[in-house]
């Protein structure tokens, strides 16, 4: 088994490349069904969850071809099967994003989900309720759900929260659909903007991405075209943070600073100095920094993305900092693991709160999901001693080349296989 060791490691310094979003680069891959001629993608990021989509539209009969390591090219004329299977449904819950892009292109999606139309705390409600109201039947069985239609045809659909996935799926099936579909509150998240973008280029009608409401018109068929993918936000907030809890000096690069604002202004509430230019962040970090309060919301709130690893940087904060965690119930697994390192942590419901400034020391942990493995990555750099992370599949999901980024910045670590 895999496992990434991090000693404490001096003050970070130096500049680390971001690479392209995950989370925008999910959905686009899934939008390329919409299409019939090449689609070639660039700066797609090389992670686990983007083999799991390709894999995902290889099983229903797209070409998929690595040009480079972040260059795909995705042919969907000759789709074979409506169908997603249960394991590749299993290994990534984003697979149900080809159901949008499946019911306009096929008429059809059959989606083996496990638990059915409502996984634990993650339904897919909303995106059901995008499809029934462009004219879809939608039908749940025990450890699945499908939908059909003979066509799609627009209509106003509001979401009862502006869900990120949702927003998606809507904004991909009526593509194609008959007419003007109008999403409300709607996902204002740049990765939204990013597929607009992207769909715009492949002949859709899209307007409105980023704000609360889209339009879509709907049009006959979409054409091939070549994008980049965004950065990556998420891995940009990380190596901010990590500059902030070393006390380092670290400029993240080939990033669009306007999508980081929620990052920047608590990394300067909490006593950090933060360089804006072009496409780069400088953040110098104050090792005595200020406790801070956090609340997650949907962009361009505070993401949820980065709580666990703002929650690492609140125990190095001399005081009492808080997080309420709005979007999700239950994440706050990595406190337990934190807590191991030596944190004074308190959870009550949706909040937590950090009494920071005491000293963490190194342990064995295990990295619960992809963000809070980054929060312990950071946590290890400053723990006196050893950290042993398992169960670091979480962290290859999101993070490209993590450890050679990092130890770019002076870090010291390193991934061994026991
Ligand atoms: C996306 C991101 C994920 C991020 C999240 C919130 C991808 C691949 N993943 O996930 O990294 O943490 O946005 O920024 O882009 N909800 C419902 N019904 C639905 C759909 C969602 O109640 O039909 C609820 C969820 O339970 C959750 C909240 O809405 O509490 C936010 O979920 P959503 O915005 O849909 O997140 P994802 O798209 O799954």
């Known amino acids: 088994m895999e496992k990434i060791i991090v000693k404490k490691s001096p003050a970070l310094r130096g500049s680390v490349r971001i690479s392209g979003s995950k989370n925008a680069a999910l959905p686009i891959l899934a939008a390329s069904i919409l299409g019939t001629e090449d689609i070639i993608l660039e700066d797609v990021p090389d992670l686990k969850d983007i083999e799991i989509m390709i894999e995902v539209l290889e099983s229903l009969g797209s070409k998929v071809e690595k040009l480079e390591k972040n260059k795909v090219l995705v042919n969907s004329k000759n789709l074979t099967s409506y169908e997603t299977n249960y394991e590749l449904m299993n290994k990534m819950r984003a697979s149900f994003l080809v159901m949008g892009p499946l019911l306009a292109r096929m008429g059809k999606t059959v989606n083996s989900l496990p638990g059915g139309c409502n996984i634990g705390s993650r339904p897919i409600d909303l995106h059901l309720k995008g499809f029934e109201a462009l004219g879809a039947k939608v039908v749940c069985y025990d450890d699945g759900v499908s939908a059909s239609c003979n066509e799609l045809v627009g209509n106003v659909v509001y979401l009862d929260f502006p869900s990120v996935g949702a927003t998606e799926n809507i904004i991909m099936a009526a593509t194609l659909a008959k007419g003007e579909t109008v999403i409300e509150n709607a996902a204002k ?11 715009r280029k492949m002949g859709a009608i899209v307007t409105g991405a980023g704000t609360s409401t889209i339009v879509i018109k709907g049009v006959k068929e979409l054409k091939g075209c070549t994008h980049q993918i965004i950065p990556d936000r998420i891995e940009a907030g990380t190596f901010m943070v990590s500059a902030a809890i070393s006390g380092g000096d670290v400029s993240v690069e080939n990033i ?5 604002k929620p990052i920047t202004a608590k990394l300067i509430e909490a006593g950090n100095k933060v360089i804006e ?4 962040i400088r953040v110098i970090g104050n090792p005595e920094g200020i406790p801070i309060n956090i609340k997650t919301l949907p962009y361009p709130g505070f993401p949820t993305d980065m709580q666990a690893q703002f929650l690492a940087l609140m125990t190095s904060l001399k005081g009492k900092s808080t997080v309420i965690e709005t979007v999700f119930e239950n994440r706050f697994m990595h406190v337990a693991q934190l ?6 942590i308190e959870v009550n419901d949706r909040k937590a709160l ?3 400034g005491r000293p963490l020391r190194g342990e064995e942990v ?16 400053v723990a006196e001693g050893k950290t042993t992370i398992s169960d670091i599949y979480h962290i290859d999901r999101g993070y490209e080349d993590i450890e050679e980024k990092f130890r770019g910045l002076g870090a010291n670590i390193e991934r061994i296989d026991e």
């Open 354 to 356: 950090v009494t920071g």
């Open 366 to 381: 295990i990295a619960t999901d992809l963000r809070a493995g980054a929060a312990l990555i950071l946590a290890g750099l």
């Open 256 to 260: 669009i600073p306007s999508h980081m």
């Open 277 to 280: 230019s072009d496409d780069k």
């Open 339 to 344: 807590t191991k390192m030596g944190a004074d």
């Open 189 to 199: 998240e740049p990765e939204i903007v990013d597929l607009a973008n992207f769909l």
